[in-house]
């Protein structure tokens, strides 16, 4: 008799109405499987779980630092001491509000040595421009000759270039007398200054990149930096909705929304992350940088739906493995082909398959493809070795049509969206009180429980089976077909 036979001398109920709790291990399946009596037989309970209604609110969780979307370095163009230094940190501004202005001197003396310039390059090209009309006159009467000519056209040139060169520098520096008076160049609040009043600093002109004086930001809006573990980055996208929550204000939640995932992954303790970046309103001024936030990004959101605890899951890979560990007569190929086929129309193919309505399914190697792709890895294989190339070459075209990479899964396709339907197995009793196997169709989860979309009903009840009852002898399957050892040959 099956250990897992329902008795009510062996499953005596525990833990109130949430079900009875098992109390297996694999040494008493071992000891169970060994009895010959029932004084010997241990006492052994599964817990039973209750479908039921639930509101399912999927997300990822990832702390992060709250950080403005854009900070403006402020520099001055013209070097000198720090004059006046009217704004503190942590002021807002309005963009053109005087920010720095620095001791004018340098750049007034340059003004008037330009100007002076200016005057004497105009009175050199008035001279050479008389110049050059008496030469020309008295070229014409042969008193001067051919190469004196040729001297006051070229002087007449040099003036008037030398004119030209000190307008421009007459004009660069009327364009410095405004470099010493620095206005905000956009509204926001002053995040860092780093000069006082009297400093000498550097301008940009110098080979030293000038001095940086302040740093803005314009804090109504402000993102949040979070590492996200790579195994939930294809659950997140941008415009996704987040809820932020920071120390300051523990009983307000912010609302954002993801504005991108950042390429470029981070390692950080063999932990490969990505950074994910959450815009947020501030409005009302209450972020700062430099904040750590709590981020939830929420995935999907599922009100008032049939569910389980996610304990009763299992699957296609995880209730094969119990079927086989614990000799249960059923097969999980057969079974989740039957299920799905309740969904496909007559002459029509299920919903997602990639097969339009009144098609003919298209057989590899005389194999149906739902059935191939629901097929085990081992019995696929068995099924490939067996194909021609051309049938080869077919069967991945199918698969790629039907937006997978090949018939293991949906590699280079689209992304599963999380509230996507997708086969799953339960455990229950049947009327004789054995373990029994049903398929049936999940939609969205979170942490505690999952949606049950078909192949249950409210009030219905399963039987949690845990996979870490079978690990040890999944374990010891593997150890028989790997080694000769005396004494772990195979059964």
Same mark, same amino acid.
């Not at 329902?6 to 079900?19: A, D, I, N, T």
């Not at 430099?290 to 936030?293: I, S």
């Given at each position: 008799?099956?250990?897992f036979?329902?008795?009510?001398?062996?499953?005596?109920?525990?833990?109130?109405?949430?079900?009875?709790?098992?109390?297996f291990t694999?040494?008493?399946?071992a000891?169970?499987g060994?009895?010959?009596?029932?004084?010997?037989e241990?006492?052994?309970?599964?817990?039973?779980?209750?479908?039921?209604?639930?509101?399912?609110?999927?997300s990822?969780?990832?702390?992060?630092?709250?950080?403005?979307?854009?900070?403006?370095?402020v520099?001055?163009?013209?070097?000198?001491?720090v004059l006046?230094?009217?704004?503190?940190?942590?002021?807002?501004?309005?963009?053109?509000?005087?920010?720095v202005?620095?001791?004018?001197?340098?750049?007034?003396n340059?003004?008037s040595?330009?100007?002076?310039?200016?005057?004497?390059?105009?009175?050199?090209?008035?001279?050479?421009g008389?110049?050059?009309?008496?030469?020309?006159?008295?070229?014409?009467?042969?008193i001067?000759?051919?190469e004196?000519?040729?001297?006051?056209?070229?002087?007449?040139a040099?003036?008037?270039?030398?004119?030209v060169?000190?307008e421009?520098n007459?004009?660069?520096?009327?364009d410095?007398l405004?470099?010493?008076?620095?206005?905000?160049?956009?509204?926001?609040?002053?995040?860092?200054?780093?000069?006082?009043?009297?400093q000498?600093?550097t301008?940009?002109?110098?080979?030293?990149?000038?001095?940086?004086?302040?740093?803005?930001?314009?804090l109504t809006?402000v993102q949040?930096?979070?590492?996200?573990?790579?195994?939930?980055?294809?659950?997140?996208?941008p415009?996704?909705?987040?809820d932020?929550t920071?120390?300051?204000?523990?009983?307000?939640?912010?609302?954002?929304?993801?504005?991108?995932? /950042?390429?470029?992954?981070?390692?950080?303790? !063999? +932990?490969?992350m990505? #950074?994910?970046?959450?815009?947020i *309103?501030n409005e @009302?001024?209450?972020?700062?940088p430099?904040?750590?936030?709590d981020? /939830?990004?929420?995935?999907?959101?599922?009100e !008032? +739906?049939?569910?389980? #605890?996610?304990?009763?899951?299992k *699957?296609?890979? @995880?209730?094969?493995?119990?079927?086989?560990a614990?000799?249960?007569?059923?097969d999980v190929?057969a079974l989740?082909?039957?299920?799905?086929?309740?969904?496909?129309?007559?002459?029509?193919?299920?919903?997602?398959?990639?097969?339009?309505e009144?098609?003919?399914?298209?057989?590899?190697?005389?194999?149906?493809?739902?059935?191939?792709?629901?097929?085990?890895?081992?019995?696929?294989?068995?099924?490939?070795?067996?194909?021609?190339?051309?049938e080869?070459?077919?069967?991945?075209?199918q698969?790629?049509?039907?937006?997978g990479?090949?018939?293991?899964?949906a590699?280079?396709?689209?992304a599963?969206?999380?509230?996507?339907?997708?086969?799953?197995?339960?455990?229950?009793?049947?009327?004789?009180?054995?373990?029994?196997l049903k398929?049936?169709?999940?939609?969205?989860?979170?942490?505690?429980?999952?949606?049950?979309i078909?192949?249950?009903e409210?009030g219905?009840?399963?039987?949690a089976?845990?996979?870490?009852?079978i690990?040890?002898?999944?374990?010891?399957?593997?150890?028989?077909?790997?080694?000769?050892?005396?004494?772990?040959?195979?059964?």
């Open positions: 008799m099956s250990i036979e329902r008795r009510r001398r062996r499953f005596p109920p525990r833990g109130g109405p949430l079900g009875r709790v098992a109390a694999p040494l008493g399946l000891a169970a060994c009895a010959t009596g029932e004084a010997n241990p006492e052994q309970t599964l817990q039973t779980l209750t479908a039921g209604r639930q509101t399912i609110v999927s990822v969780e990832a702390t992060g630092t709250v950080e403005p979307i854009r900070v403006i370095e520099k001055s163009q013209a070097g000198g001491e006046e230094l009217p704004v503190e940190l942590g002021d807002n501004v309005e963009q053109g509000t005087l920010l202005r620095i001791d004018p001197r340098d750049v007034n340059a003004f040595q330009a100007q002076a310039d200016l005057d004497v390059a105009e009175a050199q090209n008035d001279v050479a008389l110049q050059l009309e008496r030469v020309e006159a008295l070229h014409e009467s042969d001067v000759t051919s004196e000519l040729e001297n006051a056209i070229l002087s007449a040099n003036a008037r270039a030398s004119l060169r000190a421009t007459l004009e660069l520096a009327r410095k405004d470099d010493v008076t620095l206005r905000a160049p956009i509204s926001g609040t002053i995040v860092e200054r780093t000069v006082e009043q009297g000498v600093v301008g940009t002109r110098d080979l030293t990149g000038g001095t940086v004086l302040m740093r803005m930001a314009d809006e949040v930096r979070m590492l996200v573990d790579e195994t939930d980055i294809g659950r997140l996208q415009g996704l909705p987040a932020i920071v120390e300051a204000y523990p009983n307000r939640t912010f609302r954002g929304s993801v504005l991108k995932i /950042e390429p470029q992954a981070v390692v950080e303790q !063999n +932990v490969t990505f #950074a994910v970046l959450t815009r *309103s @009302e001024d209450l972020l700062r430099g904040m750590n936030a981020v /939830e990004v929420v995935i999907g959101r599922q !008032n +739906v049939l569910a389980v #605890a996610n304990s009763g899951i *699957s296609q890979q @995880e209730a094969a493995q119990i079927v086989r614990l000799e249960i007569d059923a190929n989740l082909r039957d299920f799905q086929s309740q969904d496909r129309p007559a002459g029509g193919a299920a919903e997602g398959d990639g097969q339009a009144g098609e003919e399914e298209p057989m590899i190697g005389g194999v149906p493809m739902s059935e191939l792709q629901s097929m085990s890895q081992e019995e696929r294989m068995r099924v490939i070795q067996n194909l021609s190339d051309d080869r070459r077919q069967m991945m075209q698969f790629r049509n039907r937006g990479g090949g018939p293991g899964g590699r280079g396709g689209p599963r969206r999380p509230d996507e339907p997708r086969p799953a197995f339960v455990f229950r009793y049947d009327a004789s009180g054995l373990l029994d398929p049936v169709m999940i939609g969205l989860s979170d942490f505690d429980h999952t949606q049950v078909r192949g249950l409210e219905e009840e399963i039987v089976v845990p996979t870490s009852l690990a040890q002898q999944d374990f010891l399957d593997r150890i028989r077909g790997r080694t000769g050892l005396p004494g772990i040959g195979g059964r």
